[in-house]
C-alpha cells in the first residue's frame, strides 16, 4: 500500500476509532467533525484517495459504508 499523508493518517484513525467505539462507520458528516474538515468536498477527496491506495472502500452514494481494508 502506498504511503499516507498526515491528514490521510487521521482520518483513518478516525474511522477506524469510531468503528471500534460504536461497532459501525461514520457518516461523512461526523467524520468531517471529527476531523476539523469543514467542507464534506474536502473530506470525499481525501476519502477517495485513501479508497484508490487500498486502505478503505465505500459505496457511492449510500451513508456509513466506510470499511477499513487489511
Same mark, same amino acid.
Given at each position: +500500500?502506498?504511503?499516507? %499523508? ?9 474511522? %477506524? ?9 461514520? %457518516? ?5 467533525? +471529527? ?16 479508497? /484508490? /491506495?487500498?486502505?478503505?472502500? /465505500?459505496?457511492?452514494? /449510500?451513508?456509513? %459504508? ?5
Amino acid at each position: +500500500m502506498q504511503v499516507l %499523508t498526515e491528514r490521510q493518517q487521521q482520518i483513518l484513525n478516525a474511522i %477506524t476509532n469510531y468503528i471500534n467505539e460504536k461497532g459501525y462507520p461514520p %457518516t461523512v458528516r461526523e467524520l468531517a467533525d +471529527m476531523v476539523g474538515i469543514k467542507s464534506s468536498s474536502t473530506l470525499h477527496g481525501h476519502l477517495r484517495r485513501l479508497e /484508490k /491506495k487500498g486502505y478503505i472502500t /465505500k459505496e457511492k452514494g /449510500k451513508p456509513r %459504508t466506510i470499511t477499513i481494508n487489511g
